[in-house]
C-alpha cells in the first residue's frame, strides 16, 4: 500500500513537474498566463473526476482498499485549484483585487470558476480524519458538495472556451461527469457513507 500511495503522489505531481520543466526551457508558448491557467484547470478538473470515481470503481471492483485514496487526491484537486487561481491573481490580474471584483461581477465564467474554488475551501479544510469525528453525519452531506463543484467547473470550463469555438475538451469532461452522476444516482441506495 505504501508502494501506491507513493506513486499516486509521483502521478498526481508530475503535471506540476512539467509545467516547472516548460518554465525554466520556455516552452509556456506565446501567452504563459493563459498556458498555466489552462493547464492548472485541466489537471484541476481531471483530479475531480478521478475522485468521484473512486466509490463506483471500489463497488463494481470489490476493491475497497481504494476509498483510501480518495482523500490524497481530492487534496491534489484542491492543490491545482490553488494554482490555477493564483495563476489568475498574480499573472491575468496583476494583484488588481478591485478588477477581480469586477471580473468575478460581470464574467459569468469567472463567477461559477471562484464559485466552484470556494465550495472546495471546506471540503480541503474538513478532509482530516479529526473533521470526519467532529462533524459525523454531516460531513457526508457536507462533500456532496464536491458534486455541484464539479458541474460548476465543467460548466466554468464550458464558458471560457466557447470564445475561442473549441469546446472539445469540456464536453468530454460533462460526458464523464454524467456518467459518475448516473453511477452515482445508481449507487446511493446501497453506498450510503461515502461522500
Known sequence: MILLKTLLWLLCLTPLGFLVYRGFTGGLGANPAEYLSHRTGFWTLTLI?????????????????????????GLFAFFYACLHVTTYIVFDQFFDFGAMIEDIRKRPYITVGFTAFVL????????????????????????????????????????????????????????????????????????????
Open 49 to 73: 473526476m478521478v475522485t468521484l470515481a473512486i466509490t463506483p470503481l471500489r463497488r463494481f471492483t470489490g476493491w475497497n482498499q481504494l476509498i483510501q485514496f480518495r482523500r490524497p487526491i
Open 120 to 195: 472546495l475551501i471546506p471540503l480541503a479544510i474538513t478532509s482530516t480524519k479529526g473533521w470526519i469525528r467532529r462533524l459525523g453525519r454531516r460531513w457526508t452531506k457536507l462533500h456532496r458538495l464536491i458534486y455541484v463543484t464539479a458541474i460548476l467547473g465543467v460548466l466554468h470550463f464550458f464558458w471560457k472556451e466557447a470564445s475561442k469555438a473549441d469546446v472539445r475538451d469540456p464536453l468530454i469532461f460533462a460526458g464523464v461527469l454524467a456518467v459518475l452522476l448516473l453511477a452515482r444516482s445508481r449507487l446511493r441506495p446501497r453506498v450510503r457513507r461515502d461522500a
